[in-house]
C-alpha cells in the first residue's frame, strides 16, 4: 500500500509548489498529473492527491525539479496557476487539502442516495 509522503505548499502570483520529501527513489518512475484543481504524485512507495482550491494548468510551464540534497530527496512540482495572480486560500491546511470532494447534500431530491444499487 503507498504511503503519503511529507509535503508542504506555497504559492506566488504565477505558481503554486507542491514540496514533496521523497528520500531515496528512482526519479526516472517519477510520476506527476495535473487536471483542474487535482494534482497526484507516485513514485513506488509514494501517493500524493491533492485537490487545490483553485484551477492549475499543465503546459510547459509545469515542471518538477529533484534536489538530491534536500532532506535527501526532494521533489519540487511548479504548478502554474490558471489565473495567474489569484491567491489560494488555506495551502497551509493540508488535511483539507488531502480530502477529496464530497457530494452536496439536496434536501429536496426524493433519492438522496447517491448509490443506484438499491440491494448495497
Keep these: ?35 483542474g484543481c487535482a494534482f497526484s504524485f507516485y513514485c513506488k512507495p ?24 534536500k532532506n535527501n530527496g526532494t521533489i519540487t ?4 496557476k490558471a489565473e495567474p495572480g489569484t491567491f489560494f486560500p488555506d495551502l497551509d491546511l493540508k488535511s483539507r487539502l ?7 447534500f439536496n434536501p429536496n431530491d426524493p433519492n438522496p442516495n447517491p448509490n443506484p444499487n438499491p440491494n448495497p
Design 77 to 80: 512540482a511548479h504548478l502554474p
Design 1 to 35: 500500500m503507498p504511503t503519503t509522503p511529507k509535503f508542504s505548499l506555497r504559492q506566488d502570483d504565477d505558481f503554486v509548489y507542491v514540496d514533496i520529501h521523497v528520500p531515496w527513489i528512482r526519479v526516472s518512475e517519477a510520476e506527476i498529473h495535473v487536471e
Design 46 to 69: 509514494y501517493l500524493l492527491k491533492l485537490t487545490l482550491p483553485g484551477e492549475v494548468v499543465d503546459d510547459e510551464r509545469c515542471r518538477g525539479v529533484y534536489d538530491l540534497d
Design 98 to 104: 488531502l480530502v477529496a470532494p464530497t457530494l452536496s
